[in-house]
């Protein structure tokens, strides 16, 4: 008897293996087994026998460790769809839906649920074949934009309706504080019992939660993007909030993103999926015209009543007579006057330090990280030089390290800076600075007049009621990006932030004039979606396209340099039919990132299927010594 099995290495094949006589009688599809490979052990999964194989001297298998399928089809099914449109091998993707401990080879046998109060597990109850009982043809999928508390009112019902028929349920966010409340929710008003689930769990407590959920013990799982590879049976609703958070898409490979796989899912078992987010992804949105996705957002007649101001920074600079302005005089006016009447006031900016570079005043030299080519940040209070990449640290140099003559000039506007202008100007308001320097504040408890924050603030929202006044200090560092998404996820942001103003908000730009400034001022997301879907269409930009992106990286650059461009002229040679567009090798940003050069080569296409199959032939099984190539479906 030969077993076929698939390893969790970049090896797209599977491999044939002797079944040792004693394990003929208990070996199945989809168990776990160790077997020899190269000059290790490794643990690996069989995906079917065989009477024959065309190797001659076969290796046997060295244990069993499971006498029934470790996944059931539906997962298998999953892994399938990861490994085809993530580009990784089956083995990988496997890997990638089971816990840590059973990826490490523990045997079930051994695990026991003492601390639910359950008795050890064995293989019969944990392994029992379940059927999806929907009466429903197909799930819907609904794009919800809306307020927390709205959004809640529905998924309420939701979840509800679910749980009379008696079907699971997967709610994921970004946030491990809204899981915990949901959780809460759940137990509080549905009387359910829901698991929570998150990365920081440890190995025992995955594997043992991961055992509840396979054996039907609970149905119902909160938690982060892992969480969306819940065993859970008879699934019958997913909710995915804050849909446009970047968490959802993994940052290292395979670059799956949790939506896709809850899509994915949620069409397995005919279950219904909730996107929500106060502003949708561009694409969800899309997807209510081109793939028929349900939608509900609030009454154009609802919109908050607050009250936006644009100030033209560039106007500012001129009237002022000065180059670098950081409070515009409308916008500290309000802050006095805001102050004196004892409201509350939040001004934003998105840039944490003093200065957010370092430069030599002789030389004109810039001082970066050695690892990440980054520029360092200036943090006064730590008198330290710090990189926000890697978290880099250096002490502050005394001369220019490259010239060695002249002195170090720290520019660009920072939190730290604000304060300290904040102090100048308004001195008898009690001022707090929340920021990743600056991070140990229980927003809960702190009293402030003046809260001064960077995009950290966002999963705090929920603990600041009464924001009068909105300050936001610059935006253009946000449009100014190098993304075609710069536009988008600024207004998601922005968006946000508005929905907890009171009264009023003031923002400063040098572009005044930009596509987002009017939908922004009017808290009109439905404008803005037209609006950027314009410059998409025009650009070719998703979703009018699709981009894969593949990477290389290695240690030395000029090795870098050299695969990416013979992957380039590879692909060119593949592609004389011009079904996509290939771009030249461009080097990414940052170039340098944990000591690693990176090359990147754009791929784009009108047809995602063209591209997954085209990037699975030929770049998939392009090698060179050295170098490790990644493949990004959906860049992010
Ligand atoms: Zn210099
Ligand atoms: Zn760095």
Redesign the pocket.
Known sequence: MIAKVVFPLPIDISLDYRVPKDLEKDIVKWSRIKAPFRNSQLLGYVTGFSKTSHIKELKSIISLLDRQPILGEDFVQLAGYVAENYFCSLGEALDLMLPKLIRQGRKLESVSLNTSGQASITYPRMLRDRQVSSKKEKGEVLLLRDTVNRRWQVFEEKIKAAINEGRGIIILNPEINSCLAAKQWIEEKAKKEALLVHSSNSGKQELENWVRVKNGDINIVVGTSMAVFAPVANLGLIIIDEEDNPVYKQEQSPFYNAKDIARFRAEQSKADLILASPAPSLESYYSVEKRGFKLIEPDPKEKAGIFVQIVDLSEERYKQKRGNIILSNILERNISEAINNKKKIMLFLNRVGFSTYAK?A??G?IIKCGRCSKNLIFAYARNELICRSCNFKSAVPEI?P??N??YIKYLGLGTEKLESEAHRLFPSARILRYDRLKHDINLDKEQFDVLITTQIILKDLDKLKNIDLLGVVSLDSSLNRLDFRAAEKTFQVMSRLLYIVKEKAIIQTAMPEHYLIKPLMRNDYALFYKEELNQRKELRFPPFSFLLLVTLRGRLQEKVGLASEDLFNYLKDKNKDKKLEIYNPALAFPLKLRDNFRYNILLKSRSKKTLIQFANKYVKNFKKSGIIITVDMDPL
């Open positions: 030599c002789g030389c030299f220019c490259q010239c003559l002249s």
